[in-house]
């Protein structure tokens, strides 16, 4: 016969039990918030502005610029981790706590998808719209999720080729002209292209540069999966071969952003993929040998310019936010032409408005821009979906294995085909 | 008549009778339940922080992820899944097909395998010089508490720092590859990866095996050495035959604890290679699968978590029902010879 003790240890166990099964019932679900975009739309009141680390300080003394002028209207700026992938798990967070205190929220442009198909994000359309008229037409794709415009685009991002002009005269402008350009490197004793090859985002990146650059795509218009094909193949094969043909050197499969360009600072690499920030660290650090003998051009593709990705982030209203009206105008505020010039000066920040790329004023302070507006204006943004980690996990596991030799690209290509279907038709 | 043979009257039959009831500094029914009452609020917090979660996701298992529904471009709540969840990782089924590679699922035995392997190299090699240390902490000199400070710092340092430290001397261009002369590509081959993270382990818990091995020695009392040199034992035979019998339970105790970490290593692969190597999972531990997988979908993570708790805790059974690994035991009881 059991003991008192015993039966009581039962008793709360069973207790817990039946607690925790109906505390987990009363979670919330994620399903459309169709009621709650349209609440709040006309109302104005003080917003919280949420975004990741202000590393260059620009957006304090904006939002300052704005309370200033909107005393009723204020913003008051909440900050999180510089790492993305917290940011991203904060956000996570708050929505799934229907949290009304995060009004205007800055998303990467790789989870603007994921979060309109969760319905935390305003579909800016109706009062809410925005006039992207001006606006590079690449990043307002990042910003379209099922044709519908989810966020307000804020600043950009795309890839840089920088080559040493002491050595080659033109910039190639297709990749096979890059890798005649090899025999160059080799005669000089140093590497020849390197970009970021290490199993992480930045590998995506790149293998999505190839692929697209070769004519091909990762997903199809209908977001279905549609990598195996012959171009797309082509674009993978060229990495490849570039690392069997030493053209790429072996180390670079270890290679991040920072790798990359301290190898091409010492002077080791003719060619290097790598994003805007490097140029001013290659003109001014002191250790950088390559000073005054580096140029910069588009990245090259199959036939003429390549298809860059796109970085940047998105500016996005919640729609558990109770101010819509007065988000609403501080994401136009954001878009204007002061904002993203302020961007560019202060931050080195890319801006999303066409024009600016031939100010005088940015291009003053900003060389690459000219540049820059060509890479972007034939960028192909990342798969634009609402299953982006798991798409991503499925392009860089494959094209990691073929670089390291240890697939065909066939084999590659196929299997990545297979691992976007499961990814894409059930998350998983 | 003798009285000698008269039958003695009745003794009560010891063995038949109840001891009787002490006063004693033990627990009686008012003890208990002041226990109950100043106990109480801890177990509650326990029962909020550990208890609720660990329910939670096994009821939240047992539900399918969010799916999208192709009509509106939005999630909607995935049902009952059964244990469609569970499948999915022990058997790798994604839908109906197995998972290819590139998906989470295909990666599941691949963890479970580096996990296992990451914890036997990494708490065979931490005792083995664990002991070592222990023994060179134990020793009477000059500086001892400086060498003590010193081979402490490593399990002071926070693993995130600790990995990206070693991050920059696995790097192709770093320290070690200069030092050894060879270009090893430390954070991308199959073995060089994970060999990397055993050395990075290592280093950073050693200290910690030979802290709790020393609390054990220094409770060898001096005279069973000074018998056993009287007795004409070297030093290898001291060894074997006193020190390492004596700190057995200290031992276990210490491995315990480092299998069950080792089991739930995350942030050292993490940082230092991204849990990539080979051809893109040899570093994966199944902690790193979990933290991947909570991107992708919660209630499939839970399964996920769910697995990893049952595995660390038949890991853990092994341990202290078979190899006499026993945490509430104290080498007291042991000196007294209570215990083998």
Same mark, same amino acid.
């Given at each position: 016969m059991k003991t008192t003790r015993a039966k009581v240890r039962l008793a709360s166990v069973a207790g817990l039990a039946a607690v925790g #099964?109906?505390?987990? @019932?009363?979670?919330? !679900?994620?399903?459309?918030?169709?009621?709650?975009? =349209?609440?709040?739309?006309?109302? %104005?009141?003080?917003?919280?502005?949420?975004? !990741?680390?202000? $590393?260059?300080?620009?957006?304090r003394p904006l939002i300052e610029k704005w309370n200033k002028a909107h005393p009723d209207e204020k913003v008051t700026f909440k900050e999180q981790s510089d790492q993305a992938d917290q940011q991203h798990d904060d956000l996570v967070q708050h929505f799934q706590a229907k949290d009304e205190n995060y009004d205007v929220v800055d998303v990467d442009v790789v989870w603007t998808a994921e979060f309109a198909a969760k319905g935390w994000l305003t579909p800016l359309t109706g009062d809410m719209a925005i006039d992207t008229s001006k606006l590079l037409p690449a990043t307002v794709k990042t910003a379209t999720y099922n044709d519908t415009l989810y966020a307000a685009p804020q600043t950009s991002d795309g890839a840089l080729l920088y080559y040493r002009k002491d050595l080659v005269k033109t910039p190639p402008t297709t990749w096979d002209e890059m890798m005649q350009d090899c025999s160059i490197a080799k005669d000089a004793g140093i590497g020849c292209y390197a970009g970021q090859f290490a199993k992480y985002e930045g590998l995506t990146v790149n293998a999505s540069e190839a692929i697209n650059g070769s004519g091909g795509s990762i997903l199809g218009k209908d977001g279905s999966p549609d990598v195996d094909t012959a171009d797309a193949k082509a674009g993978l094969q060229n990495l490849v071969d570039a690392f069997k043909d030493g053209n790429i050197p072996a180390e670079a499969i270890t290679y991040q952003e920072e790798q990359g360009r301290t190898a091409f600072e010492d002077g080791k690499l003719l060619f290097l993929r790598n994003w805007p920030y490097v140029y $001013?660290?290659? =003109?001014?650090?002191?250790?950088?040998?390559?000073?005054?003998?580096?140029?910069?051009?588009?990245?090259?593709?199959?036939? @003429?310019?390549?298809?860059?990705?796109?970085?940047?982030?998105?500016?996005?209203?919640?729609?558990?936010?109770?101010?819509?009206?007065?988000?609403?105008?501080?994401?136009?505020?954001?878009?204007?032409?002061?904002?993203?010039?302020?961007?560019?000066?202060?931050?080195?920040?890319?801006?999303?408005? @066409?024009?600016?790329?031939?100010?005088?004023?940015?291009?003053?302070? #900003?060389?690459? #821009?000219?540049?820059? #507006?060509?890479?972007?204006?034939?960028?192909?943004? %990342?798969?634009?979906?609402?299953?982006?980690?798991?798409?991503?996990?499925?392009?860089? &596991? $494959?094209?990691?294995?073929?670089?390291? @030799?240890?697939?065909?690209? &066939?084999?590659?290509?196929?299997?990545?085909?297979?691992?976007?279907?499961?990814?894409?038709?059930?998350g998983n | 008549m003798s009285a000698a043979t008269e039958i003695p009257a009745a003794v009560p039959d010891p063995a038949g009778?109840?001891?009787?009831?002490?006063?004693?500094?033990?627990?009686?029914?008012?003890?208990?339940?002041?226990?109950? +009452?100043?106990?109480?609020?801890?177990?509650?917090?326990?029962?909020?922080?550990?208890?609720?979660?660990?329910?939670?996701?096994?009821?939240?298992?047992?539900?399918?992820?969010?799916?999208?529904?192709?009509?509106?471009?939005?999630?909607?709540?995935?049902?009952?899944?059964?244990?469609?969840? +569970?499948?999915?990782?022990?058997?790798?089924?994604?839908?109906?097909?197995?998972?290819?590679?590139?998906?989470?699922?295909?990666?599941? /035995?691949?963890?479970?395998?580096?996990?296992?392997?990451?914890?036997?190299?990494?708490?065979?090699?931490?005792?083995?010089?664990?002991?070592?240390?222990?023994?060179?902490?134990?020793?009477?000199?000059?500086?001892?508490?400086?060498?003590?400070?010193?081979?402490?710092?490593? /399990?002071?340092?926070?693993?995130?720092?600790?990995?990206?430290l070693w991050y920059f001397i696995f790097d192709a261009n770093g320290v070690l590859n200069h030092v050894i002369g060879q270009q090893v590509l430390w954070t991308s081959s199959e073995w060089a990866s994970r060999w990397a993270v055993i050395i990075a382990d290592t280093w950073k818990t050693t200290p910690f095996m030979a802290l709790l091995i020393l609390a054990g020695l220094q409770l060898i009392p001096e005279e069973v050495y000074e018998a056993g040199k009287m007795d004409g034992a070297s030093t290898v035979q001291r060894f074997w035959n006193i020190t390492l019998p004596l700190i057995k339970p200290a031992l276990m105790v210490a491995v315990l604890f480092r299998v069950l970490d080792a089991l739930r290593m995350y942030d050292l692969p993490a940082i230092l290679t991204g849990g990539g190597g080979g051809s893109g999972n040899a570093t994966t531990t199944l902690s790193i699968l979990v933290v991947d997988q909570i991107r992708q979908g919660f209630n499939s993570a839970s399964a996920l978590s769910t697995i990893t708790f049952l595995v660390i805790f038949a890991v853990a059974f092994v341990f202290v029902r078979f190899l006499g690994a026993n945490v509430v035991q104290t080498q007291a009881a042991q000196q007294k010879g209570e215990l083998k």
């Open positions: #099964l109906v505390l987990t @019932g009363c979670s919330a !679900g994620g399903a459309a918030n169709t009621g709650e975009a =349209k609440s709040g739309q006309d109302s %104005r009141g003080p917003i919280t502005y949420v975004q !990741g680390k202000d $590393n260059s300080n620009v957006v $001013n660290l290659a =003109k001014t650090d002191g250790s950088s040998k390559v000073k005054d003998t580096f140029g910069i051009a588009p990245i090259p593709g199959k036939d @003429g310019t390549g298809a860059s990705t796109l970085g940047g982030h998105n500016a996005a209203i919640s729609v558990y936010s109770k101010h819509k009206a007065t988000a609403h105008d501080f994401l136009e505020f954001l878009e204007s032409d002061e904002t993203q010039k302020f961007f560019a000066t202060q931050g080195s920040l890319a801006p999303v408005v @066409g024009d600016l790329y031939t100010d005088s004023e940015l291009t003053a302070k #900003l060389p690459y #821009l000219p540049t820059l #507006l060509k890479s972007i204006e034939s960028a192909e943004p %990342r798969p634009v979906t609402p299953f982006y980690p798991a798409v991503t996990k499925a392009i860089q &596991d $494959n094209s990691y294995a073929a670089l390291k @030799g240890s697939k065909s690209v &066939d084999e590659a290509v196929k299997d990545m085909q297979a691992a976007l279907t499961t990814a894409t038709n059930s | 009778m109840e001891p009787p009831k002490r006063r004693t500094g033990g627990l009686n029914a008012e003890h208990g339940r002041w226990a109950v +009452y100043l106990i109480g609020p801890t177990i509650a917090l326990l029962a909020i922080v550990i208890g609720y979660p660990v329910v939670s996701a096994v009821v939240q298992s047992f539900q399918l992820d969010q799916g999208l529904d192709k009509a509106t471009g939005l999630f909607v709540q995935g049902g009952f899944a059964g244990v469609t969840n +569970y499948v999915h990782w022990l058997g790798q089924q994604c839908g109906t097909t197995t998972c290819p590679p590139g998906s989470l699922g295909a990666q599941f /035995w691949v963890s479970m395998g580096n996990t296992f392997f990451f914890t036997v190299v990494t708490v065979a090699l931490e005792t083995v010089i664990g002991v070592w240390m222990a023994i060179i902490m134990n020793r009477d000199f000059r500086g001892r508490a400086l060498v003590r400070a010193a081979i402490l710092v490593p /399990w002071a340092i926070p693993t995130a720092v600790t990995a990206k």
